[in-house]
Each structure stands twice: as structure tokens, then as C-alpha cells.
């Protein structure tokens, strides 16, 4: 499986960015999609996810800036990134995970960057 993500860039404080995952199958065969981080020194921590029934989880951090959505005509999701702080730069993965018989199978994109600098 291979996890394409676009769209990181430079932004200013209070801006916003969108970020793209392209899945080389359809999305709606992980049962789980979404956006992980990891800035500088850190760890990689979630960023926002959705599961398959549509469910979606954020990160403390991001909760009511960013959201999630899926694109089922061009299966892909995207991670809208609003009002975005100094603290928001890390380099992004797109994730996806399948969950058969109690094993859970994790794919990572090739991760992002996110600046976010006046």
C-alpha cells in the first residue's frame, strides 16, 4: 500500500493549509484513515483520523482548527489546518490502518512538512 500526501508548505501564524493522501486502493478498504505529526524532538503524536463509519478523533491540540474530511469520488482524505500556530510545524503522515481478526496492519505515508513562521 502506498500513501501519497501533498500539500505542506510555509504558512503564517493564523493561516491555513490543506493536506492531501492519495491511497493506492480505495479508502474505504483501512478502517481507519488519518494524519499523524512529529515535530522536531518529539514524538509523532495523532492529528485528527477518521474510521470508516465516519467517526472522526482529533488531537487535543488541533480540536476545532483542524478537520478531517474523506473525497469518496477522488478517494482521498484531506486534513484542513485553520488558525495555525508556530507549534502546528512538524512533518505530517498520512496513516491508514486495517484491523482483521484482532491484528492491526499500520501504513505510513512518505510524511509532509509544515512550517509555520511569520
Known amino acids: 500500500v502506498q500513501l501519497q500526501a501533498s500539500g505542506g508548505g510555509l504558512a503564517t501564524p493564523g493561516g491555513s493549509l490543506t493536506l492531501s493522501c492519495a491511497p493506492s486502493r480505495s479508502i474505504l478498504s483501512f478502517d481507519y484513515m488519518g494524519w499523524y505529526r512529529q515535530a522536531p524532538g518529539k514524538g509523532r503524536e495523532l492529528v485528527a483520523r477518521?474510521?470508516?463509519?465516519?467517526?472522526?478523533t482529533y488531537g487535543d491540540s488541533v480540536r476545532g482548527r483542524f478537520a478531517i474530511s474523506r473525497d469518496g469520488s477522488k478517494d482521498t482524505i484531506s486534513l484542513h489546518m485553520n488558525g495555525l500556530k508556530p507549534e502546528d510545524t512538524a512533518v505530517y503522515y498520512c496513516?491508514?490502518?486495517?484491523?482483521?481478526?484482532?491484528?492491526?496492519?499500520?501504513?505510513w505515508g512518505q510524511g509532509t512538512l509544515v512550517t509555520v513562521s511569520s
Open positions: 496513516n491508514a490502518e486495517e484491523q482483521s481478526s484482532g491484528y492491526t496492519t499500520t501504513h
Open positions: 477518521v474510521h470508516i463509519g465516519g467517526t472522526t
